[in-house]
């Protein structure tokens, strides 16, 4: 079973930055496209931001897009999530997992990371 251990989270200012960090306990990491999920009470998780295995390309959810950067260091099973320009909207429990061919989440969920935005 693959563990992932988010964090970074935290409380932040509307305009404030913030950066994510998560490291999965996966020798073969690198083989993977990774993202980076949220959650909000109430709803289900969404898909925030991909990466390709290699980390050549990337992909962000039109909320986040321009403020937002994903990347990873295979040397270190790690994948992050820069946010900048936050805003309370970006209040939500942010959790990483692999993706499966069909760019749905492949392991089982970690415990997130708390990002908490107060304007």
């Known amino acids: 079973q693959v563990h992932m251990e988010e964090s970074g989270g935290g409380l932040a200012q509307a305009g404030g930055s913030l950066t994510l960090s998560c490291v999965a306990s996966l020798q073969t990491f690198s083989l993977y496209p990774m993202a980076w999920f949220r959650q909000t009470p109430g709803y289900g998780r969404d898909i925030v931001a991909r990466i390709t295995s290699d980390g050549d390309t990337t992909d962000y959810a039109t909320s986040v897009k321009g403020r937002v950067k994903i990347s990873r260091e295979n040397f270190k099973n790690a994948v992050y999530l820069q946010m900048n320009n936050l805003n309370p909207e970006d209040t939500a429990v942010y959790y990483c997992?692999?993706?499966?061919?069909?760019?749905?989440?492949?392991?089982?969920w970690g415990q997130g990371t708390q990002i908490t935005v107060s304007s």
């Open positions: 997992n692999a993706l499966n061919t069909h760019h749905a989440p492949l392991w089982s």
